[in-house]
């Protein structure tokens, strides 16, 4: 299995990015897929994930702002990020796991937000 994460960037505090990670494999539909982010000095943290049924959580910095979606069909997992702030600036991770499968990551994208 291999994740290719993509649609990191340099965007203005207030704007959007959308980010995509596209997995190979044929076991995306029965996973949860999550993005993490892991800013300098920091851990990697959970920001949002999605389960197999679409169930959704957000970590509490992104409520209201990021959205998490799936398309099985592309077997890929979406990260919409609106009213992005400069605390959002970190690599941007996606994993997959599911029962006795994985966990893997991908590769990481690069979000900067400038004030």
């Known amino acids: 299995v291999q994740l290719q994460a993509s649609g990191g960037g340099l965007v203005q505090a207030g704007g959007s990015l959308r980010l995509s990670c596209a997995a190979s494999g044929s076991i995306f539909s029965i996973v949860t897929l999550g993005w993490y982010r892991q800013a300098p000095g920091n851990q990697r943290v959970l920001v949002a994930n999605i389960t197999s049924d679409s169930t959704t959580y957000y970590a509490d910095s992104v409520k209201g702002r990021f959205t998490i979606s799936r398309d099985n069909a592309k077997d890929t997992v979406y990260l919409q990020m609106n009213s992005l702030k400069p605390e959002d600036t970190a690599v941007y991770y996606c994993?997959?796991?599911?029962?006795?499968?994985?966990?893997?990551w991908g590769q990481g994208t690069q979000v900067t937000v400038s004030s």
């Open positions: 994993k997959m796991q599911g029962a006795f499968i994985g966990p893997y």
